[in-house]
């Protein structure tokens, strides 16, 4: 057998020998005057910059720590792509995550969804240096030397530098290290107290996602989200926006980043309702008097923002159109659902061009609603184009004659 040279050792395990910005340039085939730049003027190098709508802060890389950052995106790509990482689906090439959450999710008896409070503006120097130290063999001089190329100052405290070339990889090794791995042990332990249950992980980011299916027992759900709250808290990050929602929930769809997950596709109930109000109220009062009340609900500081939709006409304008891109969304998800939707704003449409025509469409001719209850309501809405001892028929015949006649 040949004998291994000192080459052969670094070529498989470089990690082990990145110590001070001379190797790294050796290791990385970079110049060492790019990562010297990076480390002494990292606040010349980098410049703030808001995400269009304000919420968050990243901080774009320029010259040669640029230069530095690419040169790093081999090796932190290299260090995610072990099959134990597999669960982890965020920056990484070839996957196709609607596909892929369509194809692994669906049909899946119970998901339990949770969020990690701001998880990339949390991340800092320590959790960097530590990750890379105790879980991919890193020195510890190579770690920190590496962490300060992957961080910034923010005040105090030097965090993840997010916008850099290499910033989703890093989140992506220090969610691995610091409880990726301790979710799955706590997932095994479950599982092997209820033999029969199937289950599936995944992690895209700062979501967090379980699939359950088969039997388990009826505590497991809260076992779970129990010990993933402590896991965190150890870790120095918080959850929030937990949801647990079975298959068969009549009111909740199973959703993973915005996909609809059920075996039968469907559309939360209450979100449904919503926009079938919307419309119901267009159909009744009219698109101007529902447009005034859907932008005043808007917080003062969001209706600022709206200062070009003050005249009625854009305000009605601005509602058809919010209104058809959320029957878009429901259509896709349940034919069924969006195509009462279409029929409401069809309706509604027409009351605008004409109540009397709105109304004979509605009750005589029953083209644009399937529900024969929403009949006497809308009579009752539109009274006011009628004589007040009119009866329904008497009023649907006067209305037959003005159709005929226009």
């Known amino acids: 057998m040949k004998e291994r040279?000192?080459?052969?050792?670094?070529?498989?395990h470089p990690n082990k020998f990145i110590t001070d910005y001379y190797t790294q340039a050796a290791m990385l085939n970079t110049?060492?005057?790019?990562?010297?730049?990076?480390?002494?003027?990292?606040?010349?190098?980098?410049?703030?910059?808001?995400?269009?709508?304000?919420?968050?802060?990243?901080?774009?890389?320029?010259?040669?720590r640029r230069t530095a950052q690419y040169a790093l995106r081999p090796l932190v790509?290299?260090?995610?792509?072990?099959?134990?990482?597999?669960?982890?689906?965020?920056?990484?090439?070839?996957?196709?995550?609607?596909?892929?959450?369509?194809?692994?999710?669906?049909?899946?008896?119970?998901?339990?969804?949770?969020?990690?409070?701001?998880?990339?503006?949390?991340?800092?120097?320590?959790?960097?240096?530590?990750?890379?130290?105790?879980?991919?063999?890193?020195?510890?001089?190579?770690?920190?030397?590496?962490?300060?190329?992957?961080?910034?100052?923010?005040?105090?405290?030097?965090?993840?530098?997010?916008?850099?070339?290499?910033?989703?990889e890093v989140s992506n090794i220090v969610g691995y290290h610091f409880f990726d791995r301790k979710i799955l042990r706590l997932i095994e332990k479950l599982r092997q107290e209820n033999p029969r249950m199937l289950h599936r992980f995944m992690r895209y980011g700062d979501n967090v996602i379980l699939a359950v299916d088969g039997e388990f027992g009826i505590d497991m759900p809260?076992?779970?989200?129990?010990?993933?709250?402590?896991?965190?808290?150890?870790?120095?990050?918080?959850?929030?926006?937990w949801s647990t929602t079975y298959s068969d929930s009549p009111r909740r769809a199973q959703k993973i980043l915005g996909i609809v997950v059920n075996k039968q596709a469907r559309i939360d109930n209450e979100k449904f309702q919503k926009?079938?109000?919307?419309?119901?109220?267009?159909?009744?009062?009219?698109s101007e008097s529902e447009a005034n009340?859907?932008?005043?609900?808007?917080?003062?500081?969001?209706?600022?923002?709206?200062?070009?939709?003050?005249?009625?006409?854009?305000k009605k304008e601005k509602l058809n159109s919010v209104m058809r891109g959320k029957i878009a969304y429901i259509n896709d998800v349940s034919r069924k659902q969006g195509l009462q939707l279409q029929k409401l704003l069809a309706a509604s449409e027409l009351f605008d061009r004409s109540p009397a025509y709105a109304v004979y469409k509605f009750a005589?001719?029953?083209?644009?609603?399937?529900n024969p209850s929403l009949w006497p309501g809308l009579f009752t809405a539109l009274k006011r184009y009628t004589d007040n001892n009119e009866t329904l028929d008497a009023y649907l015949d006067r209305l037959r004659r003005i159709v005929e006649n226009s």
């Open 77 to 168: 790509k290299e260090l995610q792509s072990g099959p134990e990482m597999e669960h982890i689906w965020y920056c990484k090439e070839g996957v196709n995550v609607r596909q892929a959450v369509r194809e692994y999710f669906t049909g899946w008896k119970l998901i339990i969804h949770f969020d990690i409070v701001k998880y990339f503006e949390n991340i800092d120097f320590k959790h960097v240096k530590t990750a890379l130290r105790d879980s991919f063999n890193f020195t510890n001089s190579g770690a920190k030397l590496l962490a300060r190329q992957m961080t910034v100052h923010n005040g105090k405290r030097m965090v993840l530098q997010t916008g850099s070339p290499i910033s989703g």
């Open 5 to 12: 040279s000192f080459s052969d050792e670094v070529l498989d």
């Open 222 to 241: 809260e076992r779970y989200k129990a010990g993933c709250r402590e896991i965190m808290s150890k870790a120095r990050f918080r959850t929030h926006k």
């Open 364 to 370: 005589k001719l029953n083209e644009f609603v399937e």
């Open 293 to 314: 009340r859907f932008f005043s609900e808007f917080p003062t500081s969001v209706w600022d923002m709206y200062n070009m939709f003050q005249q009625m006409k854009m």
């Open 31 to 64: 110049w060492p005057h790019a990562i010297s730049d990076t480390l002494h003027k990292k606040g010349e190098l980098v410049y703030r910059k808001k995400v269009e709508g304000g919420k968050r802060t990243v901080y774009v890389s320029m010259g040669s």
């Open 275 to 286: 926009v079938r109000a919307t419309l119901f109220n267009c159909c009744t009062n009219g």
